[in-house]
T-cell receptor
């Protein structure tokens, strides 16, 4: 079974440029998460989807960040314009009904963003 | 809000036992999870405690005490491959809130 797939793995951009990250969750997983992990810190939730609906986006900086999950499968996270402080690893995770209330998420390897 | 505290670093030799403590503050939660993350890799689920007590999974065990707002991850028979960061996370209604992580370094 394929795991959570993310791309690109690495991205270097200059500040004020746009950037987008893509995530393909595990097949059949209805819940999809985007987390941001700063160096030396734990992941912090940005947004959670149940199918195609964003059910928790309270931590998403909506002035520059946007996300979508068309058809309730793949998801894209966009930053426009990027700032120096956005340099981090952006992690996508998914979970299904079997993992409900088990605390188990399946993470991708992340997209490491460097903003110069 | 929620907060979790864990030691930033632990170093031990192969074959040793390491305990990573996690203290937390929260108004309510379903349980406490633990994740392992190798440098540059994906966080990987290790264990989940919904109830007080010890959960054992091979060389790793996890403990939760709700009355003490405290949990720990116990790594036994340490191996070089156990060198990684370990995160505790409060589980609340599909949302995980992670601690800052503990870097475990295993020496030969």
């Amino acid at each position: 079974e394929a795991g959570v797939v993310q791309s690109p793995r690495y991205k270097i951009i200059e500040k004020k440029q746009p950037v987008a990250f893509w995530c393909n969750p595990i097949s059949g997983h209805n819940t999809l998460y985007w987390y941001r992990q700063n160096l030396g810190q734990g992941p912090e939730l940005l947004i959670r989807y149940e199918n195609e609906e964003a059910v928790d986006d309270s931590q998403l900086p909506k002035d520059r960040f946007s996300a979508e999950r068309l058809k309730g499968v793949d998801s894209t996270l966009k930053i426009q314009p990027a700032e120096l402080g956005d340099s981090a690893v952006y992690l996508c995770a998914s979970s299904g009904e079997r993992e409900e209330n088990t605390g188990e998420l399946f993470f991708g390897e992340g997209s490491r963003l460097t903003v110069l | 809000g929620q907060s979790l505290e864990q030691p930033s670093e632990v170093t031990a030799v192969e074959g040793a036992i390491v305990q990573i403590n996690c203290t937390y503050q929260t108004s309510g939660f379903y349980g406490l999870s633990w994740y392992q993350q190798h440098d540059g890799g994906a966080p990987t689920f290790l264990s989940y405690n919904a109830l007080d007590g010890l959960e054992e999974t091979g060389r790793f065990s996890s403990f939760l005490s709700r009355s003490d707002s405290y949990g720990y991850l116990l790594l036994q028979e340490l191996q070089m491959k156990d060198s990684a960061s370990y995160f505790c996370a409060l589980v609340n209604d599909y949302k995980l809130s992670f601690g800052a992580g503990t870097t475990v370094t295993v020496r030969a």
